[in-house]
């Protein structure tokens, strides 16, 4: 696969072009001696690690529903969110780059691009409406990116 020369890559849609960046994409990984259907399961389960949401959440038939169910309020969620939820985001999607091929691939081949997740929804993750967000995915994203070039320079 050759690598795309582009600026900026924008995803969103799992369905789209680049849709194997949205955490909804059905690609699953093993993480903490568990399979986790996609990284939105992984991190909405997280919200209550240790208790018996995180199991319910991980076997949720669909990320939507998972999504959902991590956004209740209902249920008491874990006092450090705020702290951990971006290095509990990073080490998901990190497990799901390099344990598929096929993805680690596809992401080393967007080069040097800007990668945006672009969602008018959120401007913690993505982009947000105006597109000013912090786009927190497409940076773990990017880093994730280096990381493995690093990686790969290093064995060679």
Known sequence: MNQIEVQEIRFYRVNDEFGCFSNFSAHSFKLKDKVWPTVEHYFQAQKFAGTEHEKTIRLIASPMIA?????????????????????IMREAVFAK??????????????????????????SYWGCGKSGNGLNML????????EEIRRNEETIQ
């Open 67 to 87: 999504a959902r169910q991590g956004r209740d309020r209902k249920k008491p969620l874990r006092k450090d969110w705020e702290s951990v939820k971006t290095s």
């Open 97 to 122: 780059f390099t344990q598929h091929e096929d993805l680690k691939q596809i992401l080393l081949n967007t080069g040097d691009a800007k990668l945006i997740e672009d969602s008018p929804r959120d």
């Open 138 to 145: 497409g940076q773990i994203l990017m880093s994730i990116r």
